[in-house]
């Protein structure tokens, strides 16, 4: 992975080591350097997290009616086109019921990838550990919605396939097609973004602003894209799991 460190991170290990090795203890971790224990991906997902609530915050102060702004208008554009596409991968009674999850994640990946293009910044999603993060929130998530929404029998149900005398095969097959999920989730999110980051950089020092400007809204777009991608795939998911034929 790409290791320079940021300088927030930097700051965060000048300043708040003892805090960052206290939280670590809190999950029986310890830092390989007691100095250090701030990592870039930690850093730049509480950065992240941070500026989700400012958005929020001030879209909250300054939402009207009569005279929306250009931030109304950016996050109402969102809100409609996640809406969309959750009304065509789910119903529309079922899926608005879990736009607010979908647009949570859309925006915190959406930011996390093009934090990397920012100057001294680190995206957090080349670091395995968010995408898997965000990976097995969207697991579990599908997961307890299909068992609240049909019972634990009715939603255990479709693993043993259609067939009751295909069970000792299709259930094995289920159960490994379900737990990969998350693993192709954060396989696929990681390696585009890590790749997009390592890309601009290469180019970046060997040419002049012209090329790297090219790759800077590659990247930006591969941002988008995959942010859409992980959020669409978990619409899919979350449709099968509130299926009625469960």
């Known amino acids: 992975m790409i290791t ?11 300043y708040l080591a003892g805090l960052g090795n206290w939280l670590l203890a809190l999950f029986h971790q310890t830092a390989a350097d007691a100095k250090e224990p701030w990592a870039d991906h930690m850093v730049m997902q509480l950065l992240v997290a941070a500026i989700m609530i400012v958005l929020f915050v001030i879209l909250r102060a300054s ?5 929306p702004g250009k931030m109304q208008h950016i996050f109402e554009l969102i809100h409609g086109f996640i809406k969309d596409q959750s ?4 119903d529309h009674h079922q899926g608005r019921r879990h736009v607010v999850i979908f647009e949570t994640l859309f925006i915190f990946i959406l930011i996390a990838n093009l934090l990397g293009i920012v100057p001294m910044f680190v995206s957090p999603t080349q670091s395995v550990a968010v995408p898997a993060g965000c990976a ?5 998530y599908y997961n307890l919605i299909g068992l609240k929404k049909n019972g634990l029998w009715k939603y255990t149900k479709h693993f043993f396939g259609p067939i009751w005398w295909l069970a000792p095969i ?3 097959i289920e159960i490994i097609s379900h737990l990969a999920r998350p693993l192709s989730l954060t396989i696929r999110l990681f390696a585009n973004m890590y790749a997009g980051e390592l890309v601009f950089l290469v180019f970046l020092n060997m040419t002049f602003l012209a090329i ?20 669409l795939l978990m619409m899919i998911y979350v449709a099968g799991a509130v299926a009625e034929e469960h």
């Open 4 to 14: 320079h460190e940021a300088l927030l991170t930097r700051l965060f290990n000048t």
């Open 212 to 231: 790297p400007a090219i790759f800077m809204g590659l990247h930006v777009f591969v941002a988008v894209l995959q942010a859409y991608i992980f959020v």
């Open 87 to 90: 009304d065509d991968q789910i």
């Open 170 to 172: 299709m259930f094995p």
């Open 63 to 67: 939402l009207s009616v009569d005279k």
């Open 136 to 140: 097995l929130i969207a697991f579990f």
